[in-house]
């Protein structure tokens, strides 16, 4: 194998068509959501679970938006990524919505709130995502369901 052929195969592909789409608008807004939140509670000095929990979602929502954007999820094929999407979608926006509860409930401070609210934002496109993915996912289907169901998925279709 040539260097040339070497390099070709370590080219990174992206997908700019993914922000066109449904699922990668979804992307896009969680992202920014919860990096907003995650600002509005650092902006006001908010005990740390405030500021863990948003966090540690920024993280995760860049890393699922990268996996879609740049086609990693084609590359690395022995996950199963729409499940652990739909895993990550239902138990954060379970956490997020306690945790921004408790914040819009407990404070006054104007930082603390618009943190709260935008955690609430979090959550209802978390929970979008959530359906919209599980629909889109098929479990022991024939074939040919299989491929009707993939044809209506909200997945990017690549062009290959």
């Known amino acids: 194998m040539s260097n040339m052929d070497r390099t070709c195969e370590n080219t990174m592909e992206v997908d700019v068509s993914f922000l066109k789409t449904l699922r990668g608008g ?3 807004a969680e992202l920014v959501s919860v990096l907003v939140a995650f600002i509005c509670f650092a902006a006001s000095s908010s005990v740390g679970t405030y ?7 920024t993280i995760i929502a860049l890393f699922f938006f990268l996996l879609y954007f740049l086609k990693l999820n084609k590359k690395i094929t ?3 990524w729409p499940l652990i999407d739909i895993f990550n979608a239902v138990i954060s926006a379970i956490i997020i919505f306690i945790v921004c509860a408790i914040a819009v409930a407990g404070h006054d401070n104007g930082g603390t709130v618009a943190g709260g609210v935008f955690g609430f934002i979090v959550t209802i496109l978390l929970s979008v995502d959530a359906f919209l993915l599980f629909r889109s996912v098929t479990f022991n289907q024939p074939a040919s369901a299989t491929k009707t169901e993939q044809e209506k998925s909200v997945f990017p279709k690549s062009a290959n």
């Not at 500021?51 to 979602?57: H, K």
């Open 78 to 80: 022995m996950f199963f």
């Open 51 to 57: 500021l863990m929990v948003p966090g540690v979602e």
């Open 26 to 28: 979804l992307k896009t």
